[in-house]
Structure formats: structure tokens, C-alpha cells
């Protein structure tokens, strides 16, 4: 069984476990008679989620995040063990702003408050690398901005002016060639050593460190001057996230041999699937090429009479991750948020 037909079963699985959750056909019986008929039941609307990892290189735990978005009442959520976190939305209409504050990070109290912005309801992180994103977008106090959203003061983000302040704070920072096109803002992400957004951020700490700046100070300037900061002299993110990388131990080399695939949906995760032999493709260009073009997915969605779209996709070291969402409409309608972690060993 090749590792295509092996993910297909794996998905198709859970796609069935999930609609056996969420309940069979319903049958509604209509009762005749000489004066009254018993209307149809109203189908429910399916909710969506909002969610993602608080953390700055290693996870805010306990945090309280805050969701505030264009439409609909405020969100809040607390951060897990691993800086995860997640709100179910109902009323609430994108874009969305988000913040974290409180909690704890190693052990020590979180003093500092990190935001980010959604444009798409899914994934969404918040980290010192968002931070400095929004700092930049607003040119001013994230904190002070996102106080001051209320029911008549509703977040106006938009995807032109996000994505340049996220492609300038990247270009600034000296993290293009390492994140290699990934977003912070919607990557799938664990804050454990050896994942390269949790590397990325550590090693952006250090270099800090080692230029003699501060992350406060550092936002500061960014937000007091948006689009002509200038980066302290002796920060070196490459120096930095290369000890950051070797101390952790992760290789940007592939190797042959085994591939591991694990599927999570809606919080249910499927026992991970082995296929050997794999080979570890050469770039992330060509691991959601192929990824893109699967036609397993296309054949998931079309069992269910929807669509499976693919969110995201990174690829980094020996591992994959791709984010997406699965719409079926039988037997029953339903939107499945699937992440899909592929490990070479």
C-alpha cells in the first residue's frame, strides 16, 4: 500500500468517525391531517473555530486570549499546556484581533501582552513575530489598539496591508530564507524545540540578546517607525538561529527511510500510520506540490459531496504540515478542520 492509499484510509476514517459523532441522517416525520401539517426541522448552523499557539519559544501557558472581531460579542480562551487555544465562533464576523496576556512562560509569570490578526477563521498564532507584524501594520501600540476595540470600534485589517508588514518585519529580521514563504500568522506550529517557527522565535530572542536590545525595545521602534526601523548594530538572526538549531538538534538534511502520518480533526487524532520505505522530499516547494496535487484529497471530498481545501503548508527539515479544511454535505453538512503532520524518520 503506497503512502497515498495509506493517508486516503487514514482520512477517510476519521472523516467516518466524525460524522458517526456528529450524528447520522435525521428523519423527521410529518404528520397530515385535516388542519395542521408539522413543519421541517431547521437544520443547525455549523460553527467554526478560531485557534492556534501562544508562545515565544516556548508556550504561554494559562494565558487568557482575547478575540474581538469585526462583528459579533468578544471571544476568550485560556492557553493549554502547549500554548494552545482555541474559540468556537457564532455571531462574530472577520477580521478578528487577537491578544494574549497573563500566564506563564517556564515556569515564570508572562508579563508581556502579544496580538495578532485573522483574516480567515482556522489557525491563527500569537507571538512576539506577530507582535512586531501588527506594530508594524499600525504604527503604533498594539496593545493600545486593541484596547481601545469596543462594540463601536471593530478591528479594519486588510490582507494588502498585512501581508507587507508581514513581508517586512521577515526581510527585517533576517528569517526569508528560513521560513521559506511561511506565514507565522496561520503556520500550524508546536512551541517545542526543533520546530522551525519555535526555533525561529528563540533564535530571534537571542539575537536580541546579543545585540544588546530588548523585545519592548525592539517593539518600540518598529511601531514608532513603521516602514524606516533600523535593526540594532550586531543582530545576526543567522548566527543565532544556527546555535539555536544545532543545540536542539534539527537537521535541514532529508533521509531515506520511513514516513510517519498523523491526522487530527476537531481534536480527534487517528492512531499515526507508517509507510516505508519514503523519501524526504528536497524542498517545501516540492512537498505541497505534491501535496496540492493529490488526488486523495480531491477523492475524501468528493465521497462526502463537498470540497477539501488545503489552508497551509510548510515543510522544514524531515517534517511536513498541512492545514486544511474538509466541507462534506452527506450525510450530513459538515465543516472539518484536519491537520496532517507528515514526519520523516
Known sequence: MNSGTKLGLALALLSGLLVACGGGTTTTTTTTTAATTTPPTTPAVTPTTLGG???????????????VCAGGSTLT??????????????????????????GTISGVANTQLYHAAALAFGTVNITPLTDLIMANMLGSSPTTWFSGLSTTSRPV????????????IINAL????????????????????????????????????TAGTNYAQMLAAVSANP??????????????YAGVTVSTGTTTTPTAGSLVVSVTALGIATPPITVNPATAPASQTAFCGAMTSDATFAGL?????????????????????VNATLVITAPIALTVPYVITYTYQ
Do not use: E
Open 301 to 321: 471530498a468528493r465521497t462526502g459531496g463537498g470540497t477539501f481545501t488545503i489552508n497551509s503548508c510548510t515543510f522544514t527539515g524531515k517534517v511536513g504540515v
Open 227 to 240: 516602514t524606516s526601523f533600523v535593526m540594532p548594530v550586531g543582530y545576526n538572526f543567522a548566527v543565532s
Open 157 to 168: 485589517v486588510t490582507a494588502a496591508t498585512l501581508d507587507a508588514s508581514r513581508t517586512r
Open 174 to 209: 533576517g528569517m526569508t530564507s528560513t521560513l521559506n514563504g511561511g506565514n507565522p500568522l496561520t503556520a500550524t506550529f508546536t512551541a517545542a524545540p526543533g520546530n522551525l517557527y519555535d526555533d525561529a522565535l528563540r533564535a530571534m530572542s537571542a539575537a536580541f540578546a
Open 77 to 102: 480562551s485560556t492557553t493549554s499546556s502547549t500554548g494552545g487555544w482555541t474559540v468556537t465562533i457564532t455571531d462574530q464576523t472577520l477580521p478578528c484581533a487577537t491578544q494574549v496576556k497573563n
Open 53 to 67: 499557539v501562544a508562545a515565544i519559544g516556548a508556550p504561554v501557558v494559562g494565558g487568557t486570549v482575547s478575540v
